[in-house]
Nanobody, 125 residues
Framework: QVQLAESGGGSVQAGGSLRLSCAASGTTHSTYCLAWFRQAPGKEREGVAAHWTGDGTKYYADSAKGRFTISHVHADNTLLLQMNSLKVEDTAMYYC??????????????????WGQGTQVTVSS
């Protein structure tokens, strides 16, 4: 069982940076994918970045590559998302999620059954 709680969102001008944190509690009994998703009003939820706990493999949406970095601090079980060069289109509610990894597939195919409450990111020009 896993509980997730996001923090670090806020308002920033385009080109600025934010670091989101997701505090995870509980333990896992299998290999998990930990990921950041986002959802803007009127749009579908999309995966931003994911981390596989098996060996640390990371996955990024095309829109995030080169700008965002996902990391996991094992000592305190915290998932981080460093967001640089933010764009207006990055504005969304950001959620962290955890799901069980499916053998032979990427984290994007995981069953994300655990979700945080979200943290708002607003980027203005």
């Amino acid at each position: 069982q896993v509980q997730l709680a996001e923090s670090g969102g806020g308002s920033v001008q385009a080109g600025g940076s934010l670091r989101l944190s997701c505090a995870a509690s509980g333990t896992t009994h299998s290999t998990y994918c930990l990921a950041w998703f986002r959802q803007a009003p009127g749009k579908e939820r999309e995966g931003v970045a994911a981390h596989w706990t098996g060996d640390g493999t990371k996955y990024y949406a095309d829109s995030a590559k080169g700008r965002f970095t996902i990391s996991h601090v094992h000592a305190d079980n915290t998932l981080l998302l460093q967001m640089n060069s933010l764009k207006v289109e990055d504005t969304a509610m950001y959620y962290c999620a955890a799901g069980r990894w499916t053998y032979g597939d990427t984290c994007w195919a995981a069953d994300f059954g655990f979700w945080g409450q979200g943290t708002q990111v607003t980027v203005s020009s």
